[in-house]
């Protein structure tokens, strides 16, 4: 396969801004001392038609300090400098029910994100598993 530069000009992009997005995720972990965070880019596909940071594990040492709060403050912050939305499932690993987990996102900016296809809004089983999206400033979806 031969590469054209636009090709070559794309990946090297790629490339840089994941690398951007791991150390971002490293500074951050040791910053607020996190148990785990898991952010990625996530490419356009069928369900998911956009490019957008996907946030799929924010885990503190101690729950209810903040440090999760400020954490995802810096991660909203990355997001608009990179002009990137923020796009996740609110999934609770502590037990805690997945209305109080979407209520601490929304209270940071978070909307529900209806999308088309078998997992969007009609599909009454799958409410938990439902996108919620904090657009970048500017961008429209």
């Known amino acids: 396969m031969k590469l054209t530069e636009a090709k070559l000009k794309q990946l090297i992009k790629e490339v840089v801004e ?3 997005i791991e150390d971002f995720v490293s500074r951050t972990k040791e910053e607020f001392q996190l148990d785990d965070l898991s952010l990625y880019l996530r490419k356009p596909e069928p369900h ?14 101690q729950p209810g300090q903040g440090d999760g709060s400020k954490a995802l403050k810096s991660i909203i912050q990355f ?7 923020i796009t996740l499932i ?13 209520s601490w996102y929304e209270s940071h900016g978070f909307e529900d994100w209806y999308r088309d ?6 599909d009454e089983e799958r409410q938990h598993t439902k996108y919620m999206v904090k657009q970048a400033k500017n961008l429209t979806f």
């Open 18 to 20: 994941e690398r951007a």
């Open 48 to 61: 998911h038609p956009m490019t957008s940071l996907y946030l799929s594990n924010i885990r503190v040492n």
């Open 79 to 85: 997001a608009k400098d990179n002009s990137l939305a």
């Open 90 to 102: 609110p999934t609770p690993e502590d037990g805690s029910s997945v209305e109080r987990l979407r």
């Open 117 to 122: 296809g078998p997992y969007g809004e009609e």
